[in-house]
């Protein structure tokens, strides 16, 4: 495993599991209904840790996924097509990271509406005193760690598409070779009388005729010669 991916897991998984942990301890320490002082016309929600640590988690998240997002090219999205990001690797990274935004997003929500109902005010009791329910940092904490798993699931997939490179195909010449429009290329070759080429074909004989034998005195090869008078009926 390369180095920079070794350092994304350690980074990554850090702020990701933070906020989970964060989300945990917020959810056992949130205010529960006999915490809240309940006066004729006030509501006081006295000072409690699942306050700050619920805004602390939701942090913690949020860089979590923009270093993932960074990292991998606005989820893959911005990577170029072509190569190892064309294909159903860049689909699949590209869902993966969609789907972890949209967890973190919901993690992201059930953190500040759970630090919202912990936080030190006063509110007026006109229609009552309002709690966070049981579970809310729970189902942040827990949407966390799934946010954060894609995320880094998205980047590993990136990683295996640009490892693979481009693939050369039958008849495709790859990058910065010359097309040869499917005629195969090679060195001239020169045929020159004396020395053999270089398939097999035997050298040409003294003469320089192949293998065809010298001509006859009259000059026409294996033909003999015409009877006088009869020289038009020959073929030359």
């Known amino acids: 495993m390369e180095t920079s991916t070794i350092v994304l897991f350690v980074v990554v998984g850090f702020f990701g ?6 989300g945990f301890i917020a ?7 006999g915490d809240i002082e309940v006066s004729m016309t006030k509501c006081i929600y006295p000072a409690n840790p699942a306050f700050a640590l619920g805004l602390v988690a939701a942090i913690l998240l949020l860089v979590a996924q923009i270093i993932v ?31 972890s935004w949209i967890a973190a997003a ?3 929500l059930y953190f500040l ?9 006063t509110r007026e009791a006109a229609e009552g005193c309002y709690y966070a329910r049981n579970g809310v940092f729970r189902r942040a904490a827990l949407l966390s760690i799934v946010a954060t798993v894609l995320g880094i699931k998205s980047y590993l997939l990136l990683r295996a598409a640009a490892a693979a490179g481009p693939v050369a195909i039958l008849g495709t010449p790859a990058a910065g070779e010359p097309k040869h429009d499917g005629v195969a290329m090679g060195h001239p070759v020169a045929l020159v009388y004396g020395q ?23 000059g026409y090869g294996h033909f003999p010669a015409a009877a006088p008078g009869q020289q038009h009926a020959q073929a030359v």
């Open 17 to 22: 599991l933070g906020s989970t942990v964060l």
């Open 27 to 33: 959810e056992s320490t949130k205010l529960t209904r």
């Open 69 to 99: 997002s960074a990292v991998t090219g606005c989820c893959g999205c911005c990577k170029p097509r072509g190569g190892g990001f064309s294909g159903s690797k860049r689909t699949i990274s590209i869902v993966f990271a969609v789907l």
């Open 106 to 108: 919901l993690a992201e």
């Open 113 to 121: 509406q759970g630090a919202a109902w912990n936080a030190p005010v």
């Open 196 to 218: 053999p080429p270089y398939g097999h074909y035997p050298p040409p004989p003294a003469q320089g005729y192949g293998h065809y034998p010298p001509p006859t005195a009259q």
